[in-house]
């Protein structure tokens, strides 16, 4: 078992505890005395049916679809009428959907309220359930509305993994992929060389590979907890990736960011930030895990939606460029600048 530690002023360090049979720590991790609310999906309810027998669950729905200010609303009823106060204590236990919506509504309800997450999809366990972003959709675009705020723990285990559709699966590793670029490249080494059905068998593997993603985005979040410089790396692939998922529902979050890390390489290329070396690389290795690395989306369409992603301001946008495997640039410009860029 690895744990990692991230800051939070004024409050103890939020722990992301990595490795096999993580979700053991559940009960130690929850402080005693308070009423524990499992927020979930119907699917893992049911799976996990024992492990949750003791805790009050309240069940949304699945996909994007239910990543709204509605469901937010469900549950602060559920949790009036069951008599939840401040002293109550919410778990998110699933993918990045919920996780997401449990820690704004645990950031919501009376004013904030103690919480936690089970993380039991790689993209939620390498992306989505670290930091402290939690939010909503809203009107069809990512995200719209939402808070920083850090969980006390967040429990990575991989054995979760087995019962995940490859699909989702594959679709976490363009999360895994994005912080090898930005910041790890023996990391992404360790990808070219590994078959995904070696790192779906190789638990031991498997840890590293989510430990050395998490430990990424840590150090990126300990210096920058609320996007003000350093974290926009974090955003590389995701504003064309956002743009793309506004305007389509054929593709699940991880492979619009593989699309997107594609496109934001090839413009990168035209800036004169990065070579072909680099992009090619990357589009390699996206391929070769089973990734997409393009869409029928028109770009004429997506450069039309990626104006209304949440980093925009004042008509310019802070837009994420990799310059080497294992760096990248932010360059602030304006939308104009970077159409011309994305449409070649």
């Not at 200010?69 to 559920?78: D, F, K, N, R, Y």
């Not at 939620?124 to 402290?132: C, N, P, T």
């Not at 840890?207 to 150090?219: G, L, W």
């Amino acid at each position: 078992m690895k744990t990692l530690e991230i800051p939070r002023e004024g409050r103890a360090p939020s722990q992301i505890l990595i490795g096999a049979g993580a979700v053991a720590e559940l009960a130690r991790l929850v402080p005693a005395g308070r009423r524990l609310f499992v927020v979930t999906d119907p699917h893992l309810a049911e799976a996990y049916a024992e492990l949750l027998a003791p805790y009050h669950k309240i069940i949304i729905g699945l996909g994007e679809e239910h990543k709204t200010l509605s469901t937010v609303e469900q549950i602060h009823t559920e949790l009036i009428a069951a008599g939840a106060d401040r002293s109550s204590y919410l778990v998110g236990f699933g993918g990045g959907i919920v996780t997401d919506i449990t820690g704004f509504v645990a950031s919501t309800y009376m004013r904030g309220v103690g919480f936690g997450f089970v993380a039991t999809s790689l993209l939620a366990q390498v992306d989505a359930s670290v930091g402290g972003k939690n939010g909503v959709n809203l009107g069809g675009y990512k995200n719209m509305v939402g808070v920083f705020n850090q969980p006390d723990f967040v429990l990575c285990d991989v054995a979760l993994l087995d019962t995940l559709p490859r699909r989702e699966f594959v679709a976490g590793l363009a999360e895994v992929v994005k912080s090898a670029v930005i910041g790890d490249a023996e990391l992404f080494e360790i990808l070219e060389r590994t078959a995904v059905d070696e790192l779906l068998a190789n638990k031991e593997l498997l840890s590293e590979v989510v430990a050395r993603t998490v430990s990424v985005k840590a150090r990126i979040v300990e210096a920058d907890e609320r996007e003000g410089g350093v974290r926009r790396l974090l955003n590389l692939g995701h504003t064309v990736a956002h743009a793309i998922e506004k305007c389509s529902r054929r593709w699940v979050h991880g492979e619009a960011v593989a699309i997107g890390m594609n496109y934001i390489g090839r413009a990168a290329q035209r800036a004169e930030v990065s070579d072909a070396q680099t992009t090619e690389r990357i589009v390699a290795l996206l391929s070769r895990l089973g990734l997409p690395t393009e869409c029928e989306i028109p770009m004429s369409e997506l450069t039309v939606a990626l104006r209304k992603d949440k980093k925009g301001s004042a008509g310019c946008i802070h837009v994420v460029f990799p310059c080497a495997i294992g760096r990248c640039e932010v360059r602030t410009m304006t939308y104009s600048e970077l159409d011309s860029l994305l449409l070649g």
